[in-house]
């Protein structure tokens, strides 16, 4: 890797944590959190939270990491700071509209910058502006200019060490005048945004993007948001040679009650946990109920390690050389093109996508924490 790539101080794997509004991930021992270096959270997260710790933090004049350091959050570990706008958007494109329920949702980049400077995050994620591939060329140039006015804004209150910029679009120009403008403002630490969008819409033009923003940005760091199943985790980190990536697809699968084994997670009850010497699978027992709070909180230091050894295997294998630029290509205009990409991406099993079901992970979680306290609960034993 570059010389600029080996300063950053995020790791290949960046799960998110919810800590503003779930306090399972103030308490041991996901507090002391020592399976990656860095943990993202959003914006949205701190505002949609009703959690008394969040108030008591926040009038006591200390930021969210220092309130979490004071519980056993380690210092040195990278705290990333996201909008959360993918999720508001989700949230209003999925399950409420779906039950013709109006969501009324929206942060102002005003409440996006307070809450990134109530956080005191190592790095702050520019609010962008989803490019999704069948936008027009009005609709495109549109969001071209909030994304640029969004970053302008946010490098008022943050400076650019400190900022990771959103790349977007689908086509080199687009691309090319978004990273241009980045690097006009001393931004050197860039994500690729609307991956998930993307996918599904061509798994193949979405790999000449991704491709090709990986050249663009071969000196810098570049992170992915977007990872609807592990097993894209190679294809994003060894095949493109993606430096991180951010993921609550660990949590739908331990709220799932999934176990991960390699790139796959299998039913808990498939699972043989002293097979593995990880430390949250010496802490299972087949005997506890799958629904409990520990049993989740285990199973998923179990997920996030698997998947932290899938990371790093993965890294260890990348070539520290630049990749060939290509063209982005209409990719059906070469039927070997085609197959050759689809043959590298991954196809998403319906029961495993995610992406589709529009819930958050937290909300998820959230359906499946309560499920475990009912059955847990006296009434339940009747």
């Known amino acids: 890797m570059g010389a600029v790539r080996k300063k950053k101080k995020l790791s290949h794997l960046i799960p998110k944590n919810h800590f503003c509004s779930f306090s399972l991930f103030r308490q041991e021992p996901?507090?002391?959190?020592?399976?990656?270096?860095?943990?993202?959270?959003?914006?949205y997260d701190?505002?949609?939270s009703t959690d008394f710790w969040l108030d008591k933090t926040?009038?006591?004049?200390?930021?969210?990491?220092?309130?979490?350091?004071?519980l056993g959050f380690p210092e040195g570990?990278?705290?990333?700071?996201?909008?959360?706008?993918?999720?508001?958007?989700?949230?209003?494109?999925?399950?409420?509209?779906?039950?013709g329920i109006e969501v009324d949702?929206?942060?102002t980049n005003?409440?996006?910058?307070?809450?990134?400077?109530l956080s005191g995050a190592d790095y702050f994620v520019a609010p962008d502006e989803i490019i999704l591939p069948q936008d027009n060329q009005v609709e495109i140039t549109t969001k071209i200019g909030k994304i640029k006015n969004n970053l302008l804004e946010l490098l008022e209150v943050v400076p650019a060490s400190k900022v990771i910029a959103v790349i977007q679009g689908h086509s080199e120009d687009v691309i090319n005048d978004i990273y241009d403008f980045h690097r006009e403002q001393g931004i050197s630490c860039f994500a690729m945004g609307g991956v998930i969008p993307l996918y599904f819409h061509s798994k193949e033009l979405l790999d000449s993007v991704l491709r090709y923003v990986r050249n663009l940005t071969k000196k810098h760091w570049l992170h992915i948001f977007g990872l609807p199943r592990i097993s894209l985790l190679q294809y994003y980190l060894h095949d493109i040679g993606i430096d991180s990536v951010d993921t609550s697809s660990l949590l739908y699968l331990t709220a799932r009650r999934r176990y991960l084994v390699g790139s796959k997670g299998i039913q808990v009850r498939e699972a043989v946990f002293k097979d593995c010497d990880c430390e949250g699978c010496n802490n299972l027992d087949s005997k506890v109920s799958t629904r409990s709070p520990n049993f989740f909180v285990n199973l998923y230091i179990h997920n996030i390690l698997a998947a932290v050894k899938l990371s790093d295997n993965f890294v260890s294998h990348i070539l520290d050389q630049s990749k060939t630029g290509t063209k982005i290509e209409n990719s059906h205009d070469s039927e070997t093109v085609q197959q050759k990409q689809e043959s590298k991406i991954p196809d998403i099993e319906q029961t495993e996508n995610v992406a589709l079901t529009w819930m958050t992970a937290e909300e998820s979680l959230a359906i499946r924490m309560r499920d475990g306290e009912n059955e847990t609960s006296p009434d339940s034993q009747n």
């Open 46 to 48: 701190i505002y949609r």
């Open 77 to 99: 570990n990278t705290l990333v700071a996201d909008t959360g706008i993918f999720e508001m958007e989700a949230k209003k494109a999925g399950i409420a509209r779906n039950l």
């Open 105 to 107: 949702i929206e942060l």
């Open 30 to 43: 996901l507090i002391s959190w020592t399976y990656t270096d860095s943990v993202l959270f959003t914006a």
């Open 58 to 70: 926040i009038n006591s004049g200390k930021t969210l990491k220092e309130g979490l350091v004071e």
């Open 110 to 117: 005003t409440q996006i910058f307070e809450a990134y400077k």
